[in-house]
């Protein structure tokens, strides 16, 4: 079956480590997206890619940083630079005028 | 002034209510999307909207181009309905999500 997968679920990081999220999906989308979550509030855009090779910022990309170099995956790192990297990262994919599809999300809770 | 707003922010009701929830945006778009998240976190997708209106099971979208707003309603409600809705819109090259509608239902 298509799917987007996130991983891992849960993720404890001492400060000032680095932390990368994983996120693959199998629906030949051109289009992913990162977004963080933080409690009672929506969500916010970090980085998006339309295509591989080719990513952009989002409302707050700050501290973080992707890569696409393949149309599957679209990994995530959280860098010692990202102030406040509690959160809950959600990561998404589409392709233009279709439904979008959701990863389950990863919580990261720094120690 | 958010691009995608929603209200209420928060909603409960009663199992068997009528229940709406609304979405109007201010950018130009291809699509709506409505979406569930339970607590958990994870999203589900609900609907797709470029016009007109769609049905599932209990849960009926609307969207008017024109006003740029949309609807979701739910009939017949029930506490496992319990969750957050989010609406979403779909400009060329990306997402941009609505804050939320918490609702709770209440047997």
């Known amino acids: 079956d298509g799917g987007i997968t996130q991983s891992p679920k849960y993720l404890f990081r001492k400060e000032g480590q680095n932390v990368t999220l994983s996120c693959e999906q199998n629906?030949?989308?051109?289009?992913m997206y990162w977004y963080r979550q933080d409690p009672g509030q929506g969500l916010r855009l970090i980085y998006y890619s339309q295509i591989v090779n080719d990513f952009q910022k989002g409302d707050i990309a700050e501290g973080y940083s992707v890569s696409r170099e393949k149309k599957e995956s679209f990994p995530l790192t959280v860098t010692s630079a990202q102030k406040n990297p509690t959160a809950f990262y959600l990561c998404a994919s589409s392709r233009r005028d279709t439904e979008a599809f959701f990863g389950q999300g990863t919580r990261l809770t720094v120690v | 002034k958010n691009e995608v707003e929603q209200s209420p922010q928060n909603l409960t009701a009663q199992e068997g209510e009528f229940i709406t929830i609304n979405c109007s945006y201010s950018v130009g778009i291809s699509a709506l999307h409505w979406l569930q998240q339970h607590p958990g976190g994870g999203i589900v997708s609900l609907f797709m909207l470029s016009s007109g209106k769609k049905k599932h099971g209990r849960l009926i979208a609307t969207i008017n181009i024109q006003e740029k707003h949309s609807s979701l309603h739910i009939t017949a409600s029930h506490p496992r309905d319990s969750a957050v809705y989010i609406c979403a819109v779909s400009e060329p090259d990306k997402l941009i999500f609505g804050t939320g509608t918490r609702l709770q239902v209440f047997p």
């Open positions: 629906l030949n989308h051109d289009a």
